[in-house]
């Protein structure tokens, strides 16, 4: 039994860790960190907690924090924890970072994109970026993790076998996402209301959105070139779930009777179960399925399928995730298990919740 | 470990059931059926259990079914398990039937609400009403449970205590009720579309709803007379969820000094403390508070909650249920653990989820 | 033609009464005012204005409005008009107030609902209630109108012939009331984010909501009694529309024969057509029928409808409105059609939009 | 003062052309066409018409309604209209067909992807393309007009300024477009359900849906070469509208000053504005802005907008409508007003309606 202390507990992945970490067998949070309900019960912030957690939200301590756990979760707005992280702090404590400030390798495109100066850029190479799915070999003995981005994991996901293997021509790549709106964060909005985003839906962040490079980076690793990639994000009136679309064009590839073509879709299917059949999370869709945010809800599963249009010689890439668990809380979570050793699984064998 | 069968399985409650019990520990499903899907993958008709359920729709076989399992869930239309079921059947396997054959036990009450004849009226006497908390101490070898219905327990459990310790005048009581859309079941109607549902808002069954007997014969128990109540539904554009606010004028008490006088907000909060403190599902809510279904969603709690308004000594008594766990799914596997001496939350410490 | 100026025009009732007019032949808006987006745009505040309002949101300066135009609506947080109206204004210019300052007749009354002090409680007695149902012949001449509450036009509406006519007893008179989420108003509030609303229901200010005074005010005119009720609003997850579900027991009526007894639906029905049929915007519904918000949303309808509970003498009362039109802009322009001696359905020939 | 017949009336297309039509002051409606409800109220398909329309569904007797009105609306399902169009009718009235019969011009197409026999393909040369802004000087003296489809609206007039100017290099465009659910009809479907669509996404029809080749005909008109593109539908948790998210790889273009480069944002906003300027329908938003389907609602408007993204030289062009207004019945309303010479606004100038 490992003790967890969450930073940021009463934003929305903050709340979800407490939902997961509540069913997970090896952890105990002892510490729900919320600047601004300090003193207040958890569960009168979070009423759906209430008769279960008992606690009452305390300050971001860093660290007296890290004095009193093994792991700390930091859901925090952007540049918090490059702020305050020392090697102190890292040598008593292990860290998953849901924020973005050691996702990216490269500085300056991290202070390029964010508009905020690294205040602890020492940290960025020892931090592992962790998509499990992919990096999951880099994790023994790590002290800090970068817990990926709800857009990013779905939009690598979906993405990176192919680019991996060369069958798209990562130039065409293009990635147009929807996202529910828990991903906008719980903070009083007038354009997060209600009657703003209820019937409605809309693009933002065109051309400009902080995800974009996180994407490029991990593709980049994958194929071995720098990779520039059109990703547009829109907000959908529902409250979890991610939905990618991504289009690319297919390149020819080698046939076993020495023809050269373009792959069909069983051959693009195959690769799917090739890296992901091993994956409990990935769950590669019967041909002619189109994932949906719904079947995935609650749960750390994506789900992925696939589409050739003759026509075009493109591929249409699809993925769909839960925002606040496999885009957020449940990769933590998963993370933390592999951190300490535990099944990868543990806490997260959520059967998605329909309707 | 036990075996159960679902009859009924595609259902919006039966798939709940599969969710619900394919995180009991206890348990294992060996029989989906579904008259309509037979020979379906069930992970075709709910998706969200690709990968995790592997099992094909199977027709409703009753006879066979008891010989293969232990217990048998039927989430089936009114009139069906009364058609079918006979001695030889309860004598092999325990039924928890999630339909409405067996919840009332006055046979002509039963036939002029549901407008059809009851087949097997023999029955009616040796089901046990499956309201675990009023009924916890009936269960006790028992081959029939009647799993309520979904505005029936939210109903109940948030105007019993005061009923039963006639606090409130029975004959004033009055049930104004909301529910989400999947109390409509999937069947396939117009009047059931995304488009006729949502941004709206009606009253349906007005003085004619079926759960009316139902609320009022366990009231009547629990008050010794006979009570007639007002009972409206009103449909949500919402998933999940049934509100219940019930209106109830105050009867007069003796105080310790002896003087006569309406109880006070304190006294009745103290009167749900007393009936409720020690059930793990029902959660009394701070003075002040409001239960919301969204508090609630996806776990088995029912969250209560009263105001006195001082101006027409009326109690207004407030409860939030998930109508497809506590009102349905849930409250059958809290019915199964009772029956088999499991642990009574096993399967069904369920963190509802926010947002 | 005449001009118009509204003082809070960026709230959602200000906007509602910009749709309104800019649709009535007889009036032009020259003053868009807000105090939160002086000199912006006002397109840009209310982007479905883009290209059809080219003005730029004004300060609220009441005295030089008062000197441009000949209406001047008020959609205004409480008490702020109470404490800026002066007679020299008033002398000047027509006022339709939206806020509740001048609705309630009783000083007092008004000041424990909505604890601050009346400013300006002299011009209380010449303000009338613009229900223009019922004062339609007190609006000659009239310098001030007080325009109802959402709520209250509802639930005043769809109760008030019963009162009136003596045919229920009042002291049983519950309004359970369920309201869209514009009600809440464009303020930026954690408790009304899309994700804090959506999949959620709940009551709120039970016992306490401040349209309680007024719809007793009003319907202690009809009766000519004191009257005191039960209201309870609930939230609910769409945009607009408010939902009245009243319950009242039945008096005993002197039927033709001489027999005392309760009065038949259709009795009732006949009140309801007796009061409302010469009224364009109330629609008496066909017996079987109950009233959805979706089907007047957009439009100044309110639809009634009712049901008779033989088994209890109750009779269940029904209503829907759209809270932004009927509920609030479009009675005010309705108002204003009097004053003026408008057509009075002029610019609110609005068919409402479904789905 | 003209005669209108709509077949198809109770469909939701149908009865938003009703909504709009009782609005327009030159056009009276004569025959509610509807084979499913032949004989009953309109008002009890659709009662948001309770007291506006009193008239009975009739049968789909296009024989009979050519002799007696001037103009027939056609709402009906693929192949209908075809199967039954004859020169008779077309010899007496004038039809706008708001199904896919008339729309593409190459019948082999048309067969291909909607797996029908085209009945009476003579038809289909005169047949004027009904997207007004394009093509309104070819309605002179027009007897059929192809009204165009939802997603093919906004897909069309979000890019063709692009296509035309030679601006986009058509090989490249990908139309992601986002639709509500009204899209999907009125029939009962369990994919339509309430449960089934809200809080979830998907994308349909990918690859395949029968909106792309009008697309790419028209598309093809505007170049003069044969275009074919990646268009992908998806569906939305919402009642209205459509969102298209276009992306299209720039060509580069002469400057001023001769050197050859990309054009910037402003050049191509300036495209923008000289198709659009002219057009009351079309918005151009200001630089900056992305469309939003709430902003447009309940009106015939379509919002534009668009964002170069340097990084890849690529242009993403954006547009928002209300599919069942300029989608669909608003559209063929701007028909019918340039058909028989009315002001092509008449009936038209809705504001839309927020929240």
Known sequence: MI?????????????????????????????????????EKYAHVYRNM?????????DDNLQELARQVDVIFTATPQGYLASILTEEILSQVKIIDLSAD????????????????????????????????????????????ANPGCYTTCSILTTYPFVKEGLIDHHTLIV?????????GRGAKVQNLFCEVNENMKAYGVATHRHTPEIEEQLGYACGEDVTISFTPHLVPMNRGILVTAYASLKKV?????????????????????YYDKEYFVRVLEAGMTPETKWVEGSNFVDVCLKVDPRTHRVILMGALDNLVKGAAGQAVQNMNLLFGFKEQEGLELVPMFP
């Open 50 to 58: 209430f008769d279960i957690v008992d606690a009452t939200c305390l």
């Open 254 to 274: 080698a046939y076993p009777d020495g023809h050269v073509d373009y792959p069909t879709e069983d051959m693009l299917l195959d690769v799917y179960h090739k």
């Open 102 to 145: 050691y996702r990216i390798k490269d500085v300056a495109t991290y202070e390029k994109w964010y508009g905020i100066t690294h205040k602890s850029p020492q940290f960025i190479e020892e931090a592992v970026y962790g998509l499990c799915e992919i990096n999951r070999d880099k994790m023994q003995g790590v002290r800090l993790v």
């Open 176 to 184: 147009d996402a929807k996202s529910g709106t828990s991903g906008a």
């Open 3 to 39: 003790k967890a202390g969450i930073i940021g507990a009463t934003g929305y992945a903050g709340g979800e860790l407490v939902r997961l970490l509540l069913g997970h067998k090896e952890v105990e949070i002892v510490w729900y960190g919320s600047r601004s309900y300090v003193d």
